[in-house]
């Protein structure tokens, strides 16, 4: 099917597109939602689990205040109103994923209602993301399946099931259907979840790894004949995990429901998963029964009360946002769009901010973390801030350099030291004895030999011809093996010259 | 008053996993016919002046501290299943059953 897919260009000529998204963040809450049980990614199987993750009989769920505050504090920055009364319901369905065979969440009555996010653009101009609801509800467990081709559940003979996960807060943020994107449909959805992601992070209510779970979006698409049409069928492809998936997911969406509507088909009302191998979605279940999970209020909890004065008290603690944060910093190192848009793109802007803020130029930051240390980040497959470099080694490999102690060669040694996990600039440069040749009688006297080495260069210098000056500036650096610094040096001889 | 058909009773039963005869379908419908009919004297009854309620108790939930507790020991809990395998529950095969 893939080779007879409409192109985009023309899919966006033909149809209006509408998405919308629904993206959980999980909280980096020290406990789950319901139950004191820890939590951390990648811990042993089912050590993690109180008799409310496991759903005991008998076993009752008290909320955590923490989880609550965050959702708050998460709701604010997307400027969603805070309904005063949220309430707890059930949402049935049977997988083994969640011990109790239903999922606490919250339905008509969420903790944060209608909001919205500006976001960027690569262009500069801002679009808004209308929010619909922003609720709280708890994760499920992770399934492993075996016995299937590469880990699927078709043909799996059967499951294991580790339930650490279970009962971990989820936020869900639920855009409204989002309209007037045209070909910037996925641009605009990409835009979005990585403010999210950043958000989240500037809030620290989550650590926003997409690729660990921390985050994940549905994505639901649908188009129309025109922007006065009514809404058409949606897809919706469940549990996007990388910002790249979910842009793709948007334009394989439109193209393969142009190609659909184009030729007179329909649409169908379906859940989708995005194949990563394929770069295709394809399809899950049918979702004609949308109201089988049986919402009912959950008669084991009571509504969460938050008052006007306690929201206020979560507002006082919102950092500054990530959009207005970006627009500062640009201007107090006086970038340009472009080099801002490098900044961002190489996820480098807190580690140059936390460089500067450490005593460093913001030039100087720049120049190390998207030169050197991102050719190696590419090189390894990295984040940046997975490298054994932080933004106090760079601060003071810049104080190394401006002290003189080291030149440019050799400050590019000693960061490759630090990459290489031999510790801080000056302990790689104490253990290399990387040290500038400074003035004086050492340097003196290799330029005396450079110059006994060269006897017309030195006829030329003294005849006031400086062209031959990089002659013995040569001579030195090799002589040093790169360790004079060039301006000395070349202060050095003029001294001689004339002296 | 909405009212049940037996075939929304046997779908009920297929979502809950319970198998129902064609008589307890039956008894089932007129139960729930019955229960709705009462709901609908309520709305009667519920006019503007009364705010809808959201639970019988008066009470907002109780908070507690993100302070982690004890957790429960591994090879306990998984001795309560029926069969476990490398520290996990075993569950039998999700899909291709009936």
Known sequence: ?499 | MARFTKDQVRHLGSLVRIALSDDEADRLKNDLNVISQSITHVQDVATADVPPTANPVPLEAPLRPDVPAKTLDRDEILAQAPKSQDGQFVAPRILGGK
């Open chain 1, 1 to 499: 099917m893939a080779e007879k897919l409409m192109s985009f260009e023309e899919a966006i000529k033909r149809y209006d597109p509408v998405w919308g998204l629904e993206t959980h963040v999980e909280l980096n809450t020290k406990t789950k939602l319901f139950c004191p049980a820890p939590y951390s990614f990648g811990g042993e199987p089912n050590t993690e689990l109180t008799p409310v993750s496991l759903g005991l009989p008998g076993s009752l769920p008290v909320l955590n205040k923490q989880a609550i505050d965050d959702a708050i504090r998460l709701g604010l920055a997307l400027h969603c109103h805070i309904n005063e009364w949220s309430q707890w319901s059930r949402k049935n369905y049977f997988y083994p994923d969640m011990p109790r065979d239903y999922q606490i969440s919250q339905d008509d009555k969420p903790l944060n209602g209608e909001g919205y996010l500006d976001v960027e653009l690569d262009d500069g101009s801002t679009f808004r993301v209308p929010i619909l609801r922003a609720h709280v509800e708890d994760d499920a467990g992770k399934n492993t399946h075996i016995g299937g081709a590469a880990g699927r559940i078709e043909g799996a003979a059967y499951s294991l099931i580790d339930y650490n996960r279970a009962g971990v807060p989820l936020v869900e943020i639920v855009t409204q259907p989002v309209t007037g994107t045209g070909a910037k449909a996925a641009e605009i959805a990409g835009a979005y979840v990585r403010m999210l992601r950043d958000i989240a992070r500037a809030l620290g209510v989550s650590e926003g790894r997409l690729e660990q779970g921390n985050m994940r979006a549905d994505v639901n698409v649908s188009l129309r004949e025109s922007p006065d049409a009514p809404l058409g069928t949606r897809s919706e492809t469940k549990n996007v995990n990388s910002f790249r998936g979910i842009e793709k997911t948007i334009i394989y969406e439109i193209r393969r429901q142009a190609t659909i509507l184009s030729q007179g088909g329909e649409i169908l009302q379906e859940t989708r998963n995005w194949d990563e191998s394929t770069q295709t979605t394809a399809n899950g279940r049918l979702k004609s029964d949308a109201n089988d999970y049986r919402y009912f209020p959950d008669p084991d909890l009571v509504q969460v009360h938050t008052t006007q004065e306690h929201i206020d008290e979560l507002k006082a603690t919102l950092p500054e946002m990530p959009l207005h944060r970006r627009h500062r910093l640009q201007k107090e190192w006086g970038l340009d769009d472009r080099q801002m848009h490098a900044i961002l793109n190489a996820g480098a802007l807190d580690l140059i901010d936390q460089t500067v803020q450490a005593g460093a130029s913001a030039d100087g930051a720049r120049k190390w973390w998207l030169g050197e240390i991102s050719r190696v980040a590419n090189e390894q497959k990295l984040a940046l801030d997975e490298l054994p470099v932080t933004p106090d080694d760079v601060a003071e490999l810049e104080q190394m350099i401006a002290d003189g102690k080291l030149n440019d060669r050799l400050a590019k040694k000693t960061i490759a030291g630090v990459l290489a996990g031999e510790g801080t600039p000056s302990e790689v440069a104490d253990a290399h004895g990387y040290k500038v040749v400074e003035a004086g009688s050492e340097l003196g006297s290799i330029i005396d030999k450079a110059f006994a080495d060269n006897p017309d260069v030195v006829e030329k210098l003294k005849s006031g011809n400086m062209k031959p000056m990089g002659v013995i500036i040569g001579a030195v650096m090799r002589a040093t093996r790169g360790q004079a610094d060039a301006k000395a040096v070349s202060a050095e001889v003029i001294k001689k010259i004339r002296g």
